[in-house]
């Protein structure tokens, strides 16, 4: 053993084999111990962050911690400094694989995790792509951390890589900008599959959330397709997450209702409105002089997203208003145009011709 390492007695080597040897089993009993608690932990709690670590722990390679254990037991030793620094860059390039294989092995927990819960095949389909981009991104660091330790010149390839990513990026940037837009979805989460949106002027529900175009199956029953960065770059309208509907419409009261009954007409509106259990009475009032109506605002709030229920309720309203008013003998108003003949002693007709009319020719005019 001197031979091979002259200045090193035998009782330097006892004691650095004893160091390799003796942290090695430490740190897999550590490695051991920390993988059981782990799981006892992850066993009583509802999250998965637990899982993830006990999962990458398990992945952990008596290789690499031999590995560890050598460098340790290397410091006990008398070497060239070229020996040491072999010794050192093969512990650093075990660390940079075992943090390559935790997070790979997080990456595959993560996916596995994410297939169970997620029955959506596009959904599956692009997070596939995602997890494929991310371990890639993983094992490309990790491969160049390795090359630069072990001594060799990355810049020219780093750069390489940069100038070959932006020329395929500049070729497939309408592509690739689906794609993470596809990503982008499946991340944040805007609209789900049979969700109801709106954008801009199309409507329909949600069929199919794809790696390019997301399609919808609008009202008359023909297919929508978007791009899905088009899409994005849109104003979306999720009905489906509605908690709640406002509506709000207006009753048109015929001139010449009496004080009474107009003063009566929002009681009226607000009992028929709070007698269903399933609405939330906001207002009722009267709010404008219109040209042919006398107009009373009605406010209230849905406590359902279904638009079937809501149109049901939203009947039996009217349907109760219109009882009302028939009962209390208060007439809707609908358009008209009133013809008055205005005489000279009328104020309103004090803008006619004072001049004496001629034969034949009725005195006064016509004013709508």
Request: positive net charge.
């Given at each position: ?160 890589l940069g100038i070959g990513g932006i020329a395929v990026a500049l070729a497939t940037q309408n592509i ?175 803008w006619l011709p004072q001049s004496s009319p001629q034969q034949g020719e009725p005195r006064g005019g016509?004013?709508?």
């Open positions: 053993m001197e031979a091979l390492l002259p200045g090193n007695h035998l009782e330097s080597w006892i004691t650095a084999i004893a160091i390799a040897v003796g942290g090695t089993a430490l740190m897999y009993y550590i490695r051991c111990f920390a993988v059981r608690r782990m799981r006892t932990i992850a066993r009583r709690s509802e999250t998965r962050l637990d899982d993830f670590v006990a999962t990458m722990l398990g992945r952990t390679s008596v290789t690499l911690l031999l590995c560890f254990g050598i460098y340790f037991g290397s410091m006990f030793l008398t070497m060239p400094d070229q020996y040491r620094a072999i010794v050192g860059r093969v512990a650093i390039a075990a660390l940079i694989l075992q943090l390559a294989v935790w997070g790979d092995t997080a990456l595959r927990a993560w996916r596995t995790q994410f297939m169970t819960t997620h029955s959506d095949g596009a959904r599956k389909a692009s997070s596939m792509i995602m997890f494929f981009m991310l371990r890639l991104v993983t094992w490309t660091v990790a491969f160049l951390m390795l090359l630069d330790n072990f001594g060799f010149n990355i810049t020219t390839l780093v750069a390489s690739l900008g689906d794609l993470f837009a596809s990503l982008s979805i499946m991340i944040d989460k805007p609209f789900e599959i049979g969700d109801f949106i709106i954008v801009g002027d199309a409507l329909g529900a949600v069929e199919y959330i794809g790696l390019k175009t997301t399609r919808l199956r609008s009202l008359g029953g023909e297919e929508i397709v978007f791009s899905n960065g088009e899409l994005l770059r849109s104003r979306i309208h999720n009905h489906k997450r509605m908690q709640t509907r406002r509506v709000a419409f207006v009753l048109r009261v015929a001139y010449g209702t009496g004080q009474e009954r107009m003063t009566r007409i929002p009681e009226l509106v607000r009992a028929i409105v709070s007698a269903r259990d399933d609405v939330v009475f906001e207002r009722a009032h009267f709010f404008r002089y219109g040209e042919w109506s006398l107009d009373f605002e009605v406010v209230y709030h849905f406590q359902s997203p279904d638009y079937i229920l809501h149109m049901d309720a939203q009947q039996a309203i009217l349907l109760g208003i219109y009882r009302s008013f028939e009962r209390e003998r208060i007439q809707f108003a609908h358009p008209l145009s009133v013809i008055r003949v205005a005489q000279h002693d009328d104020p309103a007709g004090g016509l004013r709508h």
